[in-house]
């Protein structure tokens, strides 16, 4: 395989540890609850990799055929991306204020309530696993050890996509459909015109990992490491 296909498989392999490892939590999310699926969504150039080829498979292959043409006015666009955020904790330094308005919108790939590419969702949307509906009670409550474990694959995520961008899923998709972005991108290079909106991907050097949870996640972190990229 070549250095993106190992990429992918490795992306894939997390998601199916995530669903392994949260599979017996307490949690209430399933695909009819679209609550939390807003205009918002963030996710990596990998991610988006992802979630095109599985668009592709099904016809959505242009640009007038993908969902994302229109896109909202506003939208959540990361200051940080998680790994970053990482780092600036563990410097004792103040994360920049974020502006993220469920408001703003629902999601471009929902189709009458329902997400149309679920199987192929960024991580982020399957690291909702609220405890309690959150139409109930306006936010949602996830268990301290999910979070965590959230965290730490996400960080990962955004590790093995070392050559792409963090951002707004209408943001990542745009790019991804620039031929020569997406070409250079999948030859493991990154371009070297700075994506508007998007942040670049930085390497995993902290771990989200509280000292509760340090015994927990570790067999979770050597299973992390036997994965190659």
């Not at 099904?58 to 940080?80: E, I, K, N």
């Not at 909702?128 to 960080?155: D, F, Y």
């Not at 991804?176 to 493991?188: A, E, H, K, S, W």
Request: one cysteine or more; glycine letters at 4%; proline letters at 7%.
């Amino acid at each position: 395989m070549n250095h993106t296909e190992t990429r992918l498989a490795v992306l894939d392999r997390l998601y199916q540890l995530h669903r392994e490892l949260t599979r017996t939590m307490d949690h209430c999310c399933q695909r009819e609850c679209n609550v939390c699926c807003t205009c918002n969504v963030t996710l990596t150039t990998l991610e988006g990799e992802y979630l095109l080829r599985s668009l592709e498979k099904v016809g959505s292959t242009g640009p007038q055929a993908s969902p994302w043409v229109t896109s909202p006015d506003s939208r959540y666009r990361p200051r940080l991306t998680i790994n970053a955020l990482a780092a600036c904790c563990a410097r004792g330094e103040e994360p920049p204020h974020e502006e993220n308005d469920p408001q703003w919108g629902t999601c471009l790939l929902l189709a009458e309530g329902l997400c149309t590419i679920y199987a192929a969702r960024p991580f982020v949307c399957r690291a909702m696993l609220s405890r309690v509906p959150c139409h109930q009670t306006g936010t949602a409550e996830i268990e301290p050890l999910a979070m965590t474990i959230n965290h730490l694959l996400a960080q990962y995520i955004e590790h093995i996509d070392a050559y792409g961008y963090t951002g707004n899923l209408v943001d990542i998709m745009h790019w991804l459909q620039i031929p020569n972005n997406r070409t250079v991108y999948t030859l493991g290079r990154r371009t070297a015109v700075p994506a508007e909106g998007l942040l670049a991907n930085q390497p995993a050097t902290v771990l989200m990992i509280p000292p509760e949870h340090r015994r927990q996640v570790e067999p979770i972190l050597n299973r992390i490491h036997h994965l190659r990229v």
